[in-house]
């Protein structure tokens, strides 16, 4: 289940990438832009400022996020993203920090690409960071004996199947679109108590959270936290840094 709550916690860090990935798409005036896995929705209005003349279609495969996104005025409708097939108008896909959920999401990236009208335009990015501590930790915790046997079909003990830029560049490249693609790690300042742990609870632990009552989610994250405390230090100033490597990749459909 996704918290929308929680996942705005950080607004701020979370939305910068989404507008990284949207200055990048150079579309002047699109028929339909569509935003795949809208989340609560405050990301999607974004969209209709830009080109407010488009068509905005906005789509999660969460009920809680949709319902967060239809609260703000958005019309969201429930969709999984691997479901999804563009209208004949459509010119611009966002598609941000989704598809690290979705296995063999290139061959969807692939498959969209030959669906859309020469001259569109899709963007996305993905979290390059499960590597980092945090989930280093989280999959260190998640094997101990304790914790495998309910957590082990969660997923939460592979690591996501993200590429580099290089990889999601030859795919799109391969599918004949002209690709612009990299990676930023941002530098997060974060403050207050865990706040790394706050953090994954918004993503990275919602696998962990939909199999664990109450009682068992209080033990695994109190475990959890001291792990995090130990790789992410608080320093005199009540600041935690949490680098944050995102990939990026802009794909134009040839005309």
């Known amino acids: 289940m996704w918290d929308p709550q929680q996942y705005l916690a950080f607004d701020d860090h979370r939305s910068r990438p989404f507008f990284d990935l ?11 832009v569509v935003d795949l896995g809208c989340g609560p929705g405050h990301l999607t209005t974004a969209l209709g400022q ?4 488009a068509i905005v279609e906005a789509s999660d495969s969460s009920p809680e996020m949709v319902a967060a996104a239809r609260a703000r005025g958005v019309t969201a409708s429930l969709l999984d993203v691997r479901d999804w097939q563009p209208e004949p108008d459509t010119d611009v896909v966002i ?7 979705v296995t063999g999401h ?6 969209w690409a030959a669906k859309l009208p020469g001259g569109a335009w899709l963007a996305i990015q993905v979290p390059g960071n499960f590597d980092a501590p945090s989930h280093r930790r989280i999959r260190e915790l998640a094997t101990r ?3 495998r046997e309910r957590l082990e079909p969660t997923g939460v003990l592979r690591a996501r199947n993200v590429l580099d830029p290089t990889g999601y560049a030859t795919v799109l490249t391969a599918a004949g679109c002209a ?13 207050g108590e865990d706040p790394v742990l706050k953090w994954v609870s918004g993503t990275a632990l919602r696998p962990v959270r939909e199999v664990l009552d109450e ?7 109190g475990q959890l936290a001291v792990l995090l405390r130990e790789a992410y230090p608080r320093h005199a100033d009540g ?3 949490l680098p944050f490597r995102r990939v990026f990749a802009v794909a134009r459909i040839p005309e």
């Open 106 to 111: 290139t061959t969807l990236l692939a498959e």
């Open 50 to 53: 830009r080109w407010p003349e």
């Open 22 to 32: 949207l200055g990048r798409v150079r579309a002047e005036h699109p028929r339909r």
């Open 95 to 101: 598609c941000n920090a989704v598809l690290q959920w």
């Open 215 to 221: 009682v068992e989610w209080e033990r695994f994250t």
């Open 239 to 241: 600041t935690t840094w």
């Open 179 to 191: 690709v612009d693609a990299w990676e930023t790690t941002y530098l997060q300042r974060l403050t």
């Open 145 to 147: 004996d304790e914790w």
